[in-house]
């Protein structure tokens, strides 16, 4: 722990001086050969995130790394929000409040990208058995993109004016570390953001490109697990037991009718039997069968009607077989990650003027599930993009290939970050610039001075 705690001070004083000593044309100097000039230091940071990771509710050292490059730079910082999460707060004048959010924590998948760096690290998974842990989501890529962002945007000041709050989240991967911060006073113990803006890196997009969506991009995510009871027997007898896998059967294809006949064709819902359990040897019927499910949608009004028709299905299921009751357990996750509007249309047209027309996408609705989404559901205006994070030339080799690039959470997934860094630090800076214009700026040209 010494060592690691040695070679961390090292580099972020190391990181620091060269904020110190930049040259004082600091003023009409672009984020992008901001990025370049400091790529080296940058990588540093990336490296040691990635090699050093730690899962949800346990990101000790990946917190406190993060909370003393936000520190050095000049934020003011609290540890402990909700957990390990942090929070580094810039007053700089009157103005509004933006909050920038990054994730730390990672999965327990055992690494395959053949990286210099790659993660060695050895944990044990729910089921005890050993497992590798990862950056298979880009945390590391998130963490150091706001390194960058918060540096450089505290190293100029004259450009913009207001509050700018930092966070830190645990455990994204598990839907709960947003919650845990609400929860611990974020809005009440700091200043309430008047926007919120987080990014995440996408496996599909080229780097320089960026994926805005406006409205609904991520869903609800919930977990619903049943329990059917039968009654047990010897499986040359069925007449004399109450066979609780014939339940299964029939509920499995009940359950698919839910969203092709009773949800509205235009609303997206997913309804997924991922794990069913039943019996032991091939010659006895069991007592049980246990199913577990994921439930995907949009809208609350989706979101519930999906829920209520489970409990129902189950139920008329039960109830046809002569069986008890079976037992439902519904466990609500992420709601929704909804961008809001306007300021999706206001950023999205600035980034467009920053990285070109054509390098700003629509991006597609996803099933995937965020909890960035709570802060929105807290009343903050919020928006999530999407960063390219793989090069064109390599997404075209898979494509010649025939294959897919690896997937977030896949053991081969790894970005290209020097290329994802520039494109990501520059339209974070550039959509806190423009959220945080000075007021002579707003006066004036309404764009600052480059």
Known sequence: MQLIYFRLTRTLSLFIVGFIFMPVLQAAEQPGQWVK????????????????????????ITAARLANSWLNCGFELTTGVGGYGIVGVLQNGVGSVVMLRTDMDVLPVTEQTGLPFAS?????????????VMHACGHDVHMTNLIGTACYLASHRSLWQGTLMLVGQPAEEKGAGARAMLEDGLFKRFPKPDFAIALHVSPTLATGKIGIRSGFSMANVDTVE????????????????????????????????????EIDPVKPAVITVGSLHAGSKSNVIGDTAELKLTVRSFSTDVREHLLAAIERKALAVAISNNALEPLIQISKGTPSLYNDPELSDRLSSVLKQHLGQDNVE?????????????????????????LGAVSQQRLDDYADKGESPPSLHSSRFYP??????????????SAVLELLQPVEQKEGQGKPSE
């Open 120 to 132: 060695e690290v050895l944990t044990e998974n729910e089921d005890g058995r050993e497992t590798g």
């Open 226 to 261: 049943i329990t059917l009871y039968g009654k047990g027997g010897h499986g040359a007898y069925p007449h004399t037991a109450n066979d609780p896998i014939i339940q299964a059967a029939q509920l499995v294809m009940e359950l698919q009718t839910i969203v092709s006949r």
């Open 37 to 60: 000039q400091n790529m080296d230091e940058l990588l540093t940071f990336y490296s040691e995130f990635h090699a050093r990771p730690e899962l949800s509710f346990q990101e000790q």
């Open 362 to 386: 629509l991006s597609a609705m996803s099933m995937g599930g965020e909890d960035f989404s709570r802060y929105g559901k807290a009343g903050i205006p919020s928006l999530m993009y999407w």
């Open 416 to 429: 290209d970050i020097e290329a994802s860094l520039i494109t990501g630090i520059n339209t974070m800076v």
